[in-house]
């Protein structure tokens, strides 16, 4: 109906209690929640699902979203505002198709949205626009980011005050054809014995628009120290990078895709190695699953997506659930199907 693409602000309300692990809005449908804190207030940097007929592949071309709108509340639980539209595709002068998972960041007095979306030439990389205002709306830098490439950015800031951006993702994602930063558009899915694709990491300069020399794999390995093969899908990195910092050590954590496991892996700086711990999230509703952590007056929070509201995989909704540690700082795993 045109009220699911109503472009307006609008606001949901809710109970605390019975809010967690409902959709936080029902008006639109989002997914890929990037959320952050500023000025006190949750941000949530979604992308925007709209039905527009086009067919299901393995290459996620029904992902076909359009535009970005961003979401707040003071409190998970509390009332959540939709800001209306802050950056469409069409504004975007180097843009194709498919404005996937975005995230953002807040330096040199400026609100900075990372944004994946195809070239004309039907590859992604990454984008980045800006605002005065958290909520946007953004104007778009006229290039993507130079040397950027596949999908799902995630950018985190260390408390040493610098940022770095995480991303990628196999199969429609792209990031199977980018070997040593180069594209190769014959290279398909790696075989069960290769070693699995990593995801990619690259430091921000200070004007948040560059990246600070060239773009590094992050290692990821099991439990023991081995890394993975791609037969190892249940942990393996597939999208949906997000970092996170906890008691001084980071936590990296992703989405493993097919088997559709949101794991993390622990590390001792911003460049890895990562070694895995679990699953933070087990699959929910539909096949992608994609997330982001953060704290809010002393409690964790998961951000994450199902399809409750529509039962179809590139139709999402996002929620919002507290997250617990153990006093070790492994993650209590969640289990959020209904
Ligand atoms: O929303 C499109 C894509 O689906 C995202 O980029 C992936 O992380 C998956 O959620």
């Not at 067919?55 to 707040?72: A, C, Q, R, V, W």
Request: hydrophobic share 30%.
């Amino acid at each position: 109906s045109s009220d699911k693409d109503s472009t307006t602000t609008k606001t949901d309300t809710g109970k605390a209690a019975a809010y967690l692990s409902q959709p936080l809005v029902s008006h639109i449908y989002t997914a890929d929640p990037s959320a952050h804190v500023f000025n006190n207030r949750i941000y949530i940097y979604p992308s925007h699902d709209t039905a527009t007929g086009i067919p299901e592949d393995d290459l996620g071309s029904h992902f076909d979203m359009k535009d970005f709108h961003i979401l707040s509340m003071d409190s998970v639980g509390g009332k959540v505002t939709d800001h209306g539209v802050a950056l469409s595709v069409k504004d975007i002068p180097w843009a194709g198709r498919q404005l996937w998972a975005p995230d953002a960041a807040f330096a040199n007095n400026t609100y900075y949205l990372y944004f994946p979306v195809k070239d004309k030439q039907d590859i992604f990389h990454i984008g980045v626009a800006t605002s005065s205002k958290p909520e946007g709306p953004f104007t778009p830098a006229k290039e993507p980011i130079k040397g950027s490439y596949s999908i799902d950015p995630c950018v985190f800031k260390d408390d040493d005050g610098k940022f770095y951006m995480y991303f990628g993702g196999i199969w429609g994602g792209q990031l199977q054809r980018w070997n040593n930063n180069k594209y190769d558009s014959t290279k398909g899915n790696r075989q069960p014995e290769e070693a699995a694709i990593l995801p990619r990491v690259a430091k921000l300069t200070a004007d948040m628009t560059s990246y600070d020399g060239p773009v590094k794999e992050l290692l990821l390995t099991d439990e023991k120290g081995t890394p993975y093969k791609e037969k190892d899908n249940s942990k393996r990195f597939f999208e949906a990078a997000w970092m996170h910092k906890y008691n001084g050590k980071y936590y990296f954590s992703y989405s493993t895709g097919d088997t559709h496991n949101i794991c993390y892996a622990i590390g001792d700086n911003p460049y890895g190695p990562f070694r895995y711990q679990g699953v933070i999230l087990n699959p929910v509703e539909g096949w992608t699953s994609h997330h982001s952590i953060v704290e809010k007056d002393g409690k964790w929070y998961l951000f994450y997506h199902d399809v409750q509201l529509s039962g179809k995989t590139y139709l999402r909704n996002v929620k919002a659930t507290e997250l617990h540690y153990n006093a070790d700082g492994t993650i209590q795993t969640i289990t959020a199907r209904k």
